[in-house]
C-alpha cells in the first residue's frame, strides 16, 4: 500500500534508538537516571509496551518497522530453519527482502525525506540512504566485504574510518559505542529525517550475567551516557526544537537455570536419525530460547503425532520445561506467523536449546553458568518494555500505559506527517500536544 502524507508532521526528524532488552524490570533505575528522566519530562513514556509472539529480536523489530504482527511481515524467527547447524554458523535474516510488507523507513524515501540505519535489523539491501546493516560473516566470508555489499558502502567506509578504532568486533560496549558514535556524526553531519539505531549492550549483558546483575546495571549507566551523546548532536546539529527521539525496548530476558534439548527427545524416538553418516529428521525443533517450532516433513503426519506424544511424555515428568503446547488456533490468536502448527511454551527458569546433547536437561547452576534469555510469550507477567517518546509537540511528562508493539510505526508516521496506517496498530494520538 502506498504511504502519503498525512496531516502536518509532528517534527521533522525522528530519531529512533532501539535499546535492545529493556523492559520494565530496568525502569525504575532508568527513569532516575539524567538523561532518561529528562526526555521523560518532555515526553510521553510508557513500561507498558507489549511484544509480539516469538519475543526475538528480528522478529520484534520487523513489527517496529511495519506496524504488523509477525503473522503478516514473514519474520518468524531471528534465523531461517537450518537443522543440525551450529547456532554461530546460521544465516540470519539479515536483508530486506524477506520482509514481506512494507517499512516505515521504505515510506519515508518515497515522501523524498532523508534515512538513516545503524545496525537495524533485517535492513541489509535496503532502501535506506545512510545504512549499516547488522549483519555477520560467517566462515569464509569478510565482514567489511558484506556490510559493503549489504548497506551504503561510501557511507560505511566514512562511519569505519572515523570511527572503527573504537570497535573490537562485536564486543561490548565498544559495539555500541561505535554505532553511537556513527548517529552522532550523522545526525550533526546528515540531518536525517529518519535515523533507526539498534544498541545490543543491554540484551547481551542480560544473556552472559542474567537479568539482575551488576552488569546489566552498569549497562544502564552507559546507555543513558549514550543517550546523553545523541541529545547533545540533536542540539549542535541546530534540530531540537524540531527533533522527536523515540527510546524503546523489544523484549525482555527471564533468568534461566534449565536448558532444554527438545530435539534429544525426538532423536530418542527415531524420528532424528542417522543415514550414511548424515543426520536426518522426519521432526525437528527449531528454537528461541522461550520458545519452539515443531517442524514436521510435509505429509508425515505420524511423525507430528509421534513428535507431540514424546513432548507429552516429557510434560508428565514432574520436572518438565514445557509450560505449553500452542497449537493453530491460539497461534493465530496471537498473531504469531503461519510458519508451523506446533509451538512449544517454556516455563520460567527454562529455555529451549534445539543442539543435540545427550541430556535432555541440563543444570546451567550445577555448571556455574548464569544466563537469561527471552523469546517466551509477551502475555508472561514482568516481561513487558519500555518506551519514552521525547520533543517539543510531544505531551510533556505524560504517561502512556498499555500500548501495543504494532502501534509504532504508524506514530512513526504520524510524527513524520506519512500516513502509515495501513498496518495492525494504531496511531498514539494521545501522546500529541494539541
Known amino acids: 500500500m502506498e504511504s ?24 525504575e533505575t532508568a527513569s532516575r537516571l539524567p538523561n532518561l528522566s529528562k526526555l521523560m519530562k518532555n515526553g510521553a513514556y510508557s513500561n507498558r509496551l507489549k511484544s509480539v509472539y516469538p519475543t526475538l529480536t528480528y522478529v520484534v523489530h520487523t513489527t517496529i518497522a511495519t506496524g504488523m504482527y509477525p503473522d503478516k511481515h514473514g519474520i518468524h524467527h531471528n534465523n531461517p530453519l537450518q537443522p543440525f547447524v551450529p547456532e554461530e554458523d546460521q544465516h540470519w535474516f539479515w536483508f530486506r527482502e524477506a520482509v514481506k510488507t ?8 518515497k515522501q523524498g525525506m532523508s534515512t538513516a540505519g545503524i545496525l537495524w535489523p533485517v535492513s541489509g539491501k535496503s532502501s535506506i540512504q545512510y545504512n549499516i546493516p547488522e549483519i555477520r560473516a560467517l566462515k569464509g ?8 555489499r549489504s548497506g551504503s558502502p561510501v557511507y560505511c567506509i566514512q562511519m569505519e574510518m572515523k570511527h572503527g578504532r573504537i570497535r573490537q568486533g562485536i564486543e561490548q560496549p565498544y559495539l555500541d559505542d561505535f554505532s553511537t558514535q556513527c548517529a552522532v556524526d550523522t545526525i550533526k553531519r546528515k540531518k536525517p529525517n529518519l535515523l533507526m539505531m539498534h544498541l545490543i549492550d543491554l540484551d547481551d549483558a542480560k544473556h552472559m550475567y542474567g537479568t539482575d546483575s551488576e552488569e546489566v546495571h552498569e549497562v544502564l549507566l552507559r546507555m543513558d551516557h549514550r543517550l546523553g551523546e545523541i541529545m547533545q548532536a540533536v542540539e549542535d546539529a541546530g534540530i531540537k526544537d ?42 525437528f525443533f527449531q528454537c528461541g530460547g522461550g520458545s519452539a517450532y515443531l517442524h514436521v516433513r510435509p505429509g508425515d503426519e505420524e511423525a507430528e503425532a509421534l513428535a507431540l506424544a514424546a513432548v507429552e511424555e516429557y510434560m508428565n515428568n514432574g520436572a518438565s520445561g514445557v509450560e505449553s503446547v500452542y497449537d493453530r488456533d491460539k497461534l493465530d490468536r496471537m498473531h504469531a506467523s503461519p510458519y508451523t502448527r506446533i509451538m512449544l511454551e517454556a516455563r520460567l527458569g527454562y529455555c529451549f536449546d534445539e543442539s543435540l546433547d545427550e541430556q535432555v536437561v541440563v543444570d546451567l547452576k550445577a555448571h556455574g553458568i548464569r544466563y537469561a534469555t527471552h523469546g517466551y510469550s509477551p502475555d508472561k507477567s514482568g516481561y513487558r518494555c ?15 500505559g498499555d500500548i501495543e508493539m504494532v502501534d509504532i510505526a504508524p506514530t512513526m508516521g504520524r510524527i513524520l506527517g506519512i500516513d502509515f496506517s495501513h498496518g495492525d496498530g494504531r496511531v498514539l494520538e494521545e501522546i500529541f500536544a494539541k
Open 242 to 283: 524540531d527533533t522527536v527521539l523515540m527510546v524503546q525496548g523489544d523484549h525482555g530476558q527471564f533468568n534461566v537455570r534449565y536448558k532444554v534439548h527438545l530435539n534429544t527427545l525426538l532423536q530418542a524416538k527415531g524420528l532424528i536419525y542417522e543415514e550414511n553418516g548424515e543426520l536426518r529428521w522426519r521432526a
Open 102 to 109: 512494507p517499512t516505515i523507513y521504505d515510506a519515508a524515501r
Open 141 to 148: 566470508e569478510n565482514q567489511a566485504l558484506k556490510v559493503l
Open 386 to 400: 519500555n518506551i519514552v517518546i521525547s520533543g517539543a509537540k510531544i505531551k510533556h511528562d505524560f504517561a502512556i
Open 4 to 27: 502519503t502524507m498525512s496531516e502536518a508532521p509532528a517534527a521533522k526528524h525522528l530519531i529512533v534508538v532501539s535499546y535492545d532488552a529493556f523492559s520494565e524490570d530496568n525502569w
